[in-house]
């Protein structure tokens, strides 16, 4: 996936400018910055939610707005941020419609259908809960069966847009985790937006950090952040370590309180 030349705006109000972007193939991408800095605009743009003003996106070298919309969801998987089921509906009902883009008049469901969407269950550990209504599930669970409904669906690509808001510490890991683990196991490239600079820095392959509707910096974790580029992006002072557990960079924010300048 590639963006050429991306501006995208709302209302006449430009929000990303000029933007070029290559997303690593089978890898895992994690865009940071500010809020209102556009990354969920960005997102948005990638799965052709939003129609650029100006600029390309292209997916294995062909543009989005020229592939049929069915056939791109084959391609392409996005879970929005906060989703909301319809009342009553189970997980399992809610993990088939992930096969909505395989259906046509002259193909309607079959065992294929049946194992993608077994299979996604049991890819997210929600097979004992299949039966559950949605809206009965925990947090954690809950974004565990939309993401298996994103999984069901079979595409090469999945884009997540924050998928551990309004989460605790505990089921932002275990969410996180079983990100990595279908990127390792299936091969899926992920592109997802995280407001957690450590945790990006952890999960992440390939850290896109924006500023004002661009690109300050992209690469992997451990080239791109550090003390400097923190404060370019989120106007903070702090000190940048080594994460005792992964080895990742470990951003220690700096506040008035707390801390001084590093020497």
Not at 59 to 79: E, M, V
Not at 100 to 120: F, M, Y
Not at 173 to 192: F, K
Request: with cysteine; aromatic share 2%.
């Amino acid at each position: 996936m590639r963006a050429t030349g991306l501006t995208l705006a709302y209302d006449g109000r430009v929000v990303v400018n000029d933007l070029d972007l290559a997303v690593p193939p089978g890898r895992i991408s994690v865009i940071v910055g500010a809020n209102a800095c556009g990354k969920s605009t960005l997102l948005r743009a990638l799965a052709r939610l939003l129609t650029p003003r100006s600029g390309t996106v292209t997916l294995d070298g062909r543009a989005l707005a020229s592939i049929p919309t069915r056939r791109l969801a084959r391609q392409l998987g996005i879970l929005p941020q906060s989703p909301v089921a319809p009342a009553g509906l189970t997980v399992i009902d809610l993990v088939s419609r992930g096969r909505a883009p395989h259906q046509t008049l002259w193909r309607q469901w079959s065992a294929a259908d049946e194992e993608a969407v077994l299979g996604a269950l049991r890819a997210t550990s929600m097979e004992e809960h299949a039966e559950r209504p949605v809206d009965e599930l925990s947090g954690g669970q809950r974004q565990r069966a939309w993401i298996a409904m994103a999984v069901a669906q079979g595409t090469e690509v999945l884009l997540l847009d924050e998928p551990t808001t309004f989460l605790d510490l505990a089921h932002q890991i275990d969410v996180l985790d079983l990100i990595v683990d279908l990127n390792r196991q299936q091969g899926r490239t992920v592109v997802m937006v995280l407001h957690d600079l450590n945790q990006a820095c952890r999960y992440a392959d390939h850290v896109i950090a924006m500023r004002s509707g661009g690109i300050v910096a992209q690469g992997p974790p451990a080239d791109v952040i550090d003390a400097e580029l923190v404060r370019t992006v989120f106007g903070l002072r702090c000190q940048v370590t080594a994460d005792p557990v992964s080895g990742t960079p470990l951003v220690v924010p700096m506040g008035r309180h707390h801390g001084a300048e590093p020497g």
